[in-house]
């Protein structure tokens, strides 16, 4: 039997804090999965816990909604998570650190970003100059909406720094709320948060950053190198799971994933995520396996070079492990 604890919504951003809630008498082995956002960007993770994948492979699954990746990382590391789902950066600032337990990404899930440029008004014709001088709510320094934002604006010859403001005083998850009665712009918004502003005619997205920004490992799954040590056929039985969701979403319709992940996001209308997820399936949001491959891995530190976050590269054979990922079941 699956437990969602959800730390986040429109109006919360409080870590939600486990206690007695493992079934012991499942038979099963409970895992305790802390996720960056809890968002239809990740549909292939949601496949899994719904259609009883994690179930199939034995795992009694806690999913914690962490918000952000610098709070799934303070989980990982304090022992609150077995498992971590956020932006591979995290793992590289933490090893960079000096942490000798550091965190080893074995699964990546997303392979494009996931969210969406959001104006006041409709502009069907919308390029990337337009953001100079304007003001636009961003996401936290270092993380990788953030990150991947600043990339593409380099991409259009845009200084991020000079030629428009950037507000990342706002925490994540609330710059969708604080837009309608902002001064600013535009705002970089996940879903369903884009959605419900178009939906309140508050915004309006005029630019995906998974379609501009091309292919990047947004979002993988990691566990401390000590955990993976102890626990391999955990991790392994964690990745089939997660596997088969991602199999699931590539074989189905959006009509059909939206409604078997649908009691994830219950306040959201099954026509919204029925949208939502067919925003994401039409620019190849999802890997078709969960390798982490090294071209990848150095694409990631080059965006986190630019956008000046790395102080020095680091090793991909010492925080990345292909070996559950090419054994997951298909």
Known sequence: MKKIVCGILLGSLAVSVLTGCQNEDSGKTPVTLNEVAHSIFYAPQYAAIELGYFDEEGIDLTLVNGGGADKVMTALVSKEADIGFMGSEASIYTYAGGEEDYAVNFA?????????????????????????GKKVLGGRAGGMPQMVFEYILKKNGIDPKNDLTIDQSISFGLTAAAFTGNDADYTVEFEPFATGLELEKQGYVVASLGTESGYVPYTAYCAKKSYIEKNPEIIQKFTNAIQKGMDY?????????????????????????????????????????LVFERESFDLLQNIL??????????????????????????
């Open 249 to 289: 979403v590539n074989t189905h319709s959006a009509e059909e994933i939206a409604k078997v992940i649908h009691p994830q996001f219950k306040e959201t209308p099954i026509e919204n995520v029925t949208a939502i997820v067919e925003r994401y399936k039409s620019q190849d949001t999802w890997k078709q396996d």
């Open 305 to 330: 070079e630019e956008a000046g976050e790395l102080p020095e590269r680091v090793p991909y054979e010492k925080l990345v492990t292909t070996e559950f990922a090419g054994k997951a079941v298909e």
């Open 108 to 132: 990546q899930l997303t392979q494009r970003a996931g969210n969406f440029l959001v104006a006041r008004e409709p502009d069907p014709d919308f390029t990337w100059d337009k953001l100079i």
